[in-house]
C-alpha cells in the first residue's frame, strides 16, 4: 500500500462543473503539498498546508491532520484547468517529501 | 526572476553512453533533489543534497550519481549500469531544515535507444 494514495486516478469534468481531488496518507506529516503538473512535464507547487484551510483564486485546499486527508476543490472549473495534480507530503521524519500517482483532470468545453 | 534551470529538455542517447543532466538554481536554496518520474507512478527521490559537497542516496540511487560542488548545481548522471534509464526526471530545491514550499525544474525527458 502506498503511503499516499489518491483519488480518483482520472477525472472528467465539463467546464464550470466543481471538482474535488482527494488525498489519504498513513504517516506523520509536518506538511502537504498540492502541485499541478502540466503536459509539458513542469511542476508548480499550489499549496502547501500543515492545518486548515488555505484558498488561492478559484482553487481551495483543506486538511484534516486527525483524518489524514485532504481535498483539492476547483470551483467553475475551466479548460485550461486540465492537468495532472499532484499530493505530496512531508514526513515529520525528515526533509524528504513522499508523492500521490497523480490525479488526471480533463476539463472539456 | 529566481527559479530552477533544467537542461535540455528532451535527450536521446544510445545504450551503455553515460549522461549527465544539467539542474542549477538561483532561489539561494541549500536542498536540492532529483526525482524520476515514470507512467502511472508518483515521483521517485533518486538523491538528495542539503549542503555542499554532501548529498545522500533517495529510494533508486542505483545506476546514477551526483555532485555537489556548488550551492547552485546539482547535476545528475545517468550511468551504463542504470537499467530502465528512459524516463522523465525532475529536479527540486528547498530551503533545507525548515517547514518550507519546494521549487520544481521544468524537468528532463531522457530516452535511451
Known amino acids: 500500500k502506498n503511503e499516499v494514495e489518491q483519488s480518483p486516478q482520472n477525472l472528467t469534468a465539463q467546464e464550470g462543473e466543481f471538482i474535488t481531488i482527494n488525498c489519504s496518507y498513513s504517516?506523520?506529516?509536518?506538511?502537504l503539498h498540492w502541485l499541478q503538473q502540466h503536459p509539458g512535464g513542469g511542476i508548480v507547487s499550489l499549496f502547501m498546508l500543515s492545518s486548515g484551510k488555505k484558498k488561492h483564486g478559484r482553487l481551495i485546499a483543506t486538511i484534516n491532520i486527525q483524518e489524514k486527508h485532504s481535498s483539492l476543490h476547483i470551483t467553475a472549473s475551466h479548460p485550461r484547468d486540465s492537468a495532472v495534480y499532484i499530493c505530496a507530503v512531508r514526513e515529520t521524519s525528515g526533509s524528504r517529501l513522499t508523492f500521490g500517482e497523480g490525479t488526471q483532470l480533463t476539463v472539456n468545453p | 526572476d529566481g527559479g530552477i534551470t533544467q537542461s535540455p529538455k528532451y535527450l536521446f542517447r544510445k545504450e551503455g553512453q553515460n549522461v549527465t543532466l544539467s539542474c542549477e538554481q538561483n532561489?539561494?536554496?541549500?536542498?536540492m533533489y532529483w526525482y524520476r518520474q515514470d507512467p502511472g507512478q508518483g515521483l521517485r527521490l533518486i538523491y538528495y543534497?542539503?549542503?555542499?559537497?554532501?548529498?545522500q542516496k533517495g529510494d533508486i540511487a542505483e545506476g546514477y550519481s551526483v555532485s555537489r560542488e556548488k550551492k547552485e548545481s546539482f547535476p545528475l548522471t545517468v550511468t551504463s549500469a542504470q537499467k530502465n534509464p528512459t524516463a522523465f526526471y525532475l529536479c527540486?530545491?528547498?530551503?533545507?531544515?525548515?517547514?518550507?514550499?519546494?521549487?520544481f525544474g521544468s524537468g528532463t525527458r531522457l530516452t535511451v535507444v
Open positions: 543534497s542539503q549542503i555542499v559537497n554532501d548529498f
Open positions: 527540486a530545491s528547498s530551503i533545507a531544515g525548515a517547514n518550507y514550499g519546494y521549487t
Open positions: 532561489l539561494n536554496h541549500d536542498a
Open positions: 504517516v506523520g506529516i509536518s506538511a
